[in-house]
């Protein structure tokens, strides 16, 4: 079991930067794939970036390549998203993701990829 919390949201204009924390208890996730997604209101949840399996790499939606970073601090058990240059359209419901089961052929970049989840942290960009 993991225990995942999210925090850094808030409310910011376009232009901004923010940096999101999502930390991690029981486990140590260093190891395995770790995403974040985002859900505006009425849309689905979308991915945003995430550490690959195995070979632990970054992928990003489209959306947000060359405006965000994912890193990880293993010594923190935490996992971060830096989000530069926010856009009105970033605004939603951040969550952090992990799978500490993880199989071989799996892309990382889906809901249904992760099994454990974190309470979310919303994150609004006013124009």
């Known amino acids: 079991q993991v225990q995942l919390v999210e925090s850094g949201g808030g409310l910011v204009q376009a232009g901004a930067s923010l940096r999101l924390s999502c930390a991690a208890s029981g486990r140590t996730i260093s190891s395995y794939p770790v995403a974040w997604f985002r859900q505006a209101p009425g849309k689905e949840r979308e991915f945003v970036a995430a550490f690959s399996w195995p070979d632990t790499t970054t992928d990003y939606a489209d959306s947000v390549k060359g405006r965000f970073a994912i890193s990880r601090d293993n010594a923190k058990n935490t996992v971060y998203l830096q989000m530069n240059s926010l856009k009105p359209e970033d605004t939603a419901v951040y969550y952090c993701?992990?799978?500490?089961?993880?199989?071989?052929?799996?892309?990382?970049?889906?809901?249904?990829?992760?099994?454990?989840w974190g309470q979310g942290t919303q994150v609004t960009v006013s124009s």
């Open positions: 993701a992990a799978n500490l089961l993880p199989i071989y052929g799996r892309t990382w970049a889906r809901s249904s990829d992760y099994n454990y």
